[in-house]
T-cell receptor
Framework: EAEVAQSPRYKITEKSQAVAFWCDPISGHATLYWYRQILGQGPELLVQFQDESVVDDSQLPKDRFSAERLKGVDSTLKIQPAELGDSAMYLC????????????FGPGTRLTVT | AQSVSQHNHHVILSEAASLELGCNYSYGGTVNLFWYVQYPGQHLQLLLKYFSGDPLVKGIKGFEAEFIKSKFSFNLRKPSVQWSDTAEYFCAVRGTGGFKTIFGAGTRLFVKA
C-alpha cells in the first residue's frame, strides 16, 4: 500500500539553528499538507499545496518558516532560526484533488529544540 | 471561522463497553466530516468519513458515526470496544467552500482488558 514518506523521523537541534523536513506524498496526490501537532492537541495546518501552489499558509509563521513544493511532488518545510516553542511533531499528509479529501498521513518528524 | 470541539479528552472503558465520542463543529455551510485514529506508535489514519447521503456512516473495525446537521454534530460510536481500540481519536471538519480541514483536540481512549 502506498504511503507518505517523511524524513527525518526525529530531529534534535539547538535554538537559533536551521532545520528542514522532507515529505514525499502518495504518488498522484495533488494536495499536500504540513501540520504541526503539539502534545495534547490536534494537528494544526501550517501550509497546504495544490500541485506546486500554496492555497493556504495563513497559520505559517512566515518570519521563520518556509515551505516549497517546486515540482508539485515532494516538499520541504524549513525553520530558520528554530525556537524552543517549535518543539512539536510535524506531520505531512496528502490527498487527491477529488473529494471527499481524506488525508493520508506520514509518520511525522518529532522536533526537539534545545 | 471553522472550529471543532471534542468533549472528552480522556475516556477509560472496560472491554465490551459501548463507546460514544462527541464531536461538534462550527461552520455555516456544507461540510465533509472525518474521524481519524492514531494507534500507539502508528500514523494517523482514516477511520470513517461523511461526504454526502446517508448521515449514518460505517467505518473500519466496527465504528460508525452519525451526522446530525441540526446539532452540528458527528459523534463516533462503537457498541462493544476491544483492548485494541486503545488509541487517540480525532474529529475533523472540512467546509466544502474552502480548502482547510480543522481537527479537534483529540480524545484519548484507554480500554482495560
Amino acid at each position: 500500500e502506498a504511503e507518505v514518506a517523511q524524513s527525518p523521523r526525529y530531529k534534535i537541534t539547538e535554538k537559533s539553528q536551521a532545520v528542514a523536513f522532507w515529505c514525499d506524498p502518495i504518488s498522484g496526490h495533488a494536495t499536500l499538507y504540513w501540520y504541526r501537532q503539539i502534545l495534547g492537541q490536534g494537528p494544526e495546518l501550517l501550509v497546504q499545496f495544490q500541485d506546486e501552489s500554496v492555497v493556504d499558509d495563513s497559520q505559517l509563521p512566515k518570519d521563520r518558516f518556509s515551505a516549497e513544493r517546486l515540482k508539485g511532488v515532494d516538499s520541504t518545510l524549513k525553520i530558520q532560526p528554530a525556537e524552543l516553542g517549535d518543539s512539536a511533531m510535524y506531520l505531512c499528509a496528502s490527498s487527491s484533488r477529488i473529494g471527499p479529501y481524506e488525508q493520508y498521513f506520514g509518520p511525522g518528524t518529532r522536533l526537539t529544540v534545545t | 471561522a471553522q472550529s471543532v470541539s471534542q468533549h472528552n479528552h480522556h475516556v477509560i472503558l472496560s472491554e465490551a463497553a459501548s463507546l460514544e465520542l462527541g464531536c461538534n463543529y462550527s461552520y455555516g455551510g456544507t461540510v465533509n466530516l472525518f474521524w481519524y485514529v492514531q494507534y500507539p506508535g502508528q500514523h494517523l489514519q482514516l477511520l470513517l468519513k461523511y461526504f454526502s447521503g446517508d448521515p449514518l456512516v460505517k467505518g473500519i473495525k466496527g465504528f460508525e458515526a452519525e451526522f446530525i446537521k441540526s446539532k452540528f454534530s458527528f459523534n463516533l460510536r462503537k457498541p462493544s470496544v476491544q483492548w485494541s481500540d486503545t488509541a487517540e481519536y480525532f474529529c475533523a471538519v472540512r467546509g466544502t467552500g474552502g480548502f482547510k480541514t480543522i481537527f479537534g483536540a483529540g480524545t484519548r481512549l484507554f480500554v482495560k482488558a
